[in-house]
């Protein structure tokens, strides 16, 4: 069981430049997020999906788009980098019910310069 | 909306207890967690409380939760240094929405020898 996967663990991107953060998982859960993490900010939400065929905006989406076409894959797509857009991004995903724990992947580190 | 707040640095002696504090403003919260996050890694759970619960205990992890104040506590006991790490304490509300999962900033936990 890989659980969630990301790719890449690292990217250099520079500013204006478009770019997609890839999430897959086999465990088959129907929730997938994308988070952000910044020093001293925690977690915040950019985008959500509560099934295939379903997103939904988090606290934080402007200059991201998602799409979910799949159950296992739910990629976050920078439409036009912006050195703001420097980051930690986690993707994480769970069951529908019972207590929703969220197993999340080791993170791609995202520098726009 | 919905707000976790946790001071962003404790230290403790090697053997000692650790208690890291949370706050938060969701009171129709339904489940409340404690994640760990190692160095360059994700996110991994460490326990979670249902919100009719007042204390959840689990070997070294004692979990304590005041719903009239919306506090929220992680006792760590006789703290190693592998629990070096940033702990995050998270919420969820609306009952399944796994992925509206809110984060705190995290508490950095560094042990002294």
């Known amino acids: 069981n890989a659980g969630v996967t990301q790719t890449p663990k690292f990217q250099v991107l520079k500013t204006g430049q478009s770019m997609t953060l890839q999430c897959a998982q086999d465990?088959?859960?129907?929730?997938m997020s994308w988070y952000r993490q910044d020093p001293g900010m925690g977690l915040r939400l950019i985008h959500y999906?509560?099934?295939?065929?379903?997103?939904d905006q988090g606290e934080v989406p402007n200059g991201y788009n998602v799409s979910r076409s799949t159950t296992e894959d739910f990629p976050l797509r920078l439409l036009s980098a912006a050195p703001s857009q420097t980051s930690v991004y986690f993707c994480?995903?769970?069951?529908?019910?019972?207590?929703?724990?969220?197993?999340f992947g080791q993170g791609t580190r995202l520098t726009v310069v | 909306g919905e707000d976790v707040e946790q001071s962003l640095f404790l230290s403790v002696r090697e053997g000692d207890s650790s208690v890291i504090n949370c706050t938060y403003t969701?009171?129709?919260?339904?489940?409340l967690y404690w994640y760990k996050q190692e160095p360059g890694a994700g996110l991994q759970l460490l326990t979670y409380?249902?919100?009719?619960?007042d204390m959840k205990q689990d070997q070294r992890l004692t979990v304590l939760l005041n719903k009239k104040d919306k506090h929220l506590s992680l006792r760590i006991a006789d703290t190693q240094t592998g629990d070096s790490a940033i702990y995050f304490c998270?919420?969820?509300?609306?009952?399944?929405?796994?992925?509206?999962?809110?984060f705190g900033s995290g508490t950095r936990l560094s042990i002294r020898p």
């Open positions: 994480a995903s769970s069951y529908s019910v019972g207590p929703p724990e969220a197993f």
């Open positions: 465990m088959n859960h129907e929730y």
């Open positions: 999906s509560v099934g295939a065929g379903i997103t």
């Open positions: 969701d009171s129709s919260s339904t489940y």
């Open positions: 409380i249902f919100s009719n619960m």
């Open positions: 998270a919420e969820t509300s609306g009952g399944s929405s796994a992925s509206k999962i809110i």
